[in-house]
C-alpha cells in the first residue's frame, strides 16, 4: 500500500483528478469537467491547457481528452515487469489450449492491475484492457492473489478501498471475503461465477516466487454456458494451475 504523502502537493493531486475525470468522462470540453469536478472553469482551463502544451492531452475543436504519451509511459512500465516478459508466452498458451481469454494480473496500490491478456479461438471480448484496474474482491485473479497476502495487507486494501458489489454475485461483507480466502488457500485456485460481470465465469492461480511471495496471478475466462460443472472446476482449474507451476519455475530460475 502507498506511504501517505508528508507533504502532499495539491497541484499534482488536482492534475490527476483531471485526467482521472477525462478518463471517466470519455473526454470533455472546459465546462464539463468543471462543473463534474466542481472548481472554477478558469481552473480547469489553466491544467488543461499546461497538460495540452506538455503533450499529454490532445484538443479536438473545445473537447480535450487524455492523450497517447501516456501508452509511452504504460508500455515502459509494463516493459520493466519482469513478471511480464516471462508469463507472457505461458498466458498466450493458455489462452490458445483453452480457447478462451486467458488474463495475467498484478497488484498495486491495493487494486488488482491487468497486465496482459491473450484471446483464444472462442474468447470473448469484455470491456477491459491491459492496464484496467479492478477491485482485487471481485475477481478471480484477485481473491488467488488476496488469499496469500499477510492479514494485515488484506485488512489495509479493504479499510482503504472498502467491499463494493458490481454484481448480484458479489463478495459484498468482510465475513464472505474471508470464507471465500480460505477456501482459495484449501483448493489453491479461485473461482470467479459472475461476481464481476454478469455471464462471466473465471478460474485463477496465484503465482509465487521462491520466496513463497504471491506476485500475481493467472487466469482462463469464458461466458457461463461454456464454463460449467467439469469442464469449469477440474479441466480448467487444472490447466490454470499447470501454468502457473511453469511461471513460478521460470520466474525463480530466470
Same mark, same amino acid.
Given at each position: 500500500?502507498?506511504?501517505?504523502?508528508?507533504?502532499?502537493?495539491?497541484?499534482?493531486?488536482?492534475?490527476?483528478?483531471?485526467?482521472?475525470?477525462?478518463?471517466?468522462?470519455?473526454? +470533455?470540453?472546459?465546462?464539463?469537467?468543471?462543473?463534474?469536478?466542481?472548481?472554477?472553469?478558469?481552473?480547469?482551463?489553466?491544467?488543461?491547457?499546461?497538460?495540452?502544451?506538455?503533450?499529454?492531452?490532445?484538443?479536438?475543436?473545445?473537447?480535450?481528452?487524455?492523450?497517447?504519451?501516456?501508452?509511452?509511459?504504460?508500455?515502459?512500465?509494463?516493459?520493466?515487469?519482469?513478471?511480464?516478459?516471462?508469463?507472457?508466452?505461458?498466458?498466450?498458451?493458455? /489462452?490458445?489450449?483453452?480457447?478462451?481469454?486467458?488474463?495475467? @494480473?498484478?497488484?498495486?496500490?491495493?487494486?488488482?492491475?491487468?497486465?496482459?491478456?491473450?484471446?483464444?479461438?472462442?474468447?470473448?471480448?469484455?470491456?477491459?484492457?491491459?492496464?484496467?484496474?479492478?477491485?482485487?474482491?471481485?475477481?478471480?485473479?484477485?481473491? +488467488?492473489?488476496?488469499?496469500?497476502?499477510?492479514?494485515?495487507?488484506?485488512?489495509?486494501?479493504?479499510?482503504?478501498?472498502?467491499?463494493? /458489489?458490481?454484481?448480484?454475485?458479489?463478495?459484498?461483507?468482510?465475513?464472505?471475503?474471508?470464507?471465500?480466502?480460505?477456501?482459495?488457500?484449501?483448493?489453491?485456485?479461485?473461482?470467479?461465477?459472475?461476481?464481476?460481470?454478469?455471464?462471466?465465469?473465471?478460474? /485463477? +492461480?496465484?503465482?509465487?516466487?521462491?520466496?513463497?511471495?504471491?506476485?500475481?496471478?493467472?487466469?482462463?475466462?469464458?461466458?457461463?454456458?461454456?464454463?460449467?460443472?467439469?469442464?469449469?472446476?477440474?479441466?480448467? /482449474?487444472?490447466?490454470? @494451475?499447470?501454468?502457473?507451476?511453469?511461471?513460478?519455475?521460470?520466474?525463480?530460475?530466470?
Amino acid at each position: 500500500m502507498p506511504t501517505p504523502a508528508r507533504n502532499p502537493l495539491q497541484s499534482v493531486a488536482t492534475t490527476f483528478e483531471i485526467l482521472d475525470a477525462l478518463k471517466t468522462l470519455d473526454g +470533455a470540453g472546459v465546462t464539463e469537467l468543471a462543473q463534474h469536478l466542481d472548481v472554477p472553469k478558469s481552473t480547469a482551463h489553466n491544467y488543461l491547457s499546461t497538460l495540452e502544451q506538455e503533450e499529454y492531452v490532445v484538443r479536438e475543436d473545445t473537447e480535450y481528452r487524455v492523450g497517447l504519451r501516456f501508452l509511452e509511459l504504460g508500455a515502459y512500465a509494463r516493459h520493466v515487469e519482469k513478471l511480464f516478459e516471462i508469463a507472457k508466452p505461458e498466458v498466450d498458451r493458455l /489462452a490458445d489450449e483453452t480457447g478462451e481469454l486467458a488474463n495475467l @494480473l498484478v497488484e498495486e496500490h491495493g487494486r488488482g492491475t491487468y497486465l496482459y491478456r491473450a484471446y483464444g479461438d472462442q474468447a470473448v471480448r469484455v470491456k477491459a484492457h491491459v492496464g484496467t484496474r479492478v477491485p482485487l474482491h471481485t475477481t478471480a485473479l484477485g481473491k +488467488a492473489i488476496l488469499a496469500f497476502l499477510p492479514p494485515g495487507e488484506v485488512d489495509e486494501i479493504v479499510d482503504r478501498h472498502g467491499l463494493d /458489489a458490481p454484481t448480484d454475485q458479489s463478495i459484498g461483507t468482510r465475513s464472505e471475503l474471508d470464507d471465500a480466502l480460505a477456501e482459495v488457500r484449501e483448493q489453491g485456485v479461485a473461482f470467479d461465477d459472475e461476481e464481476r460481470i454478469d455471464g462471466l465465469r473465471c478460474v /485463477a +492461480a496465484p503465482i509465487r516466487d521462491d520466496g513463497d511471495e504471491v506476485i500475481g496471478a493467472i487466469s482462463a475466462s469464458g461466458p457461463t454456458n461454456r464454463l460449467r460443472g467439469e469442464r469449469f472446476r477440474e479441466e480448467l /482449474a487444472g490447466k490454470v @494451475l499447470e501454468v502457473a507451476n511453469v511461471i513460478e519455475l521460470n520466474v525463480t530460475h530466470s
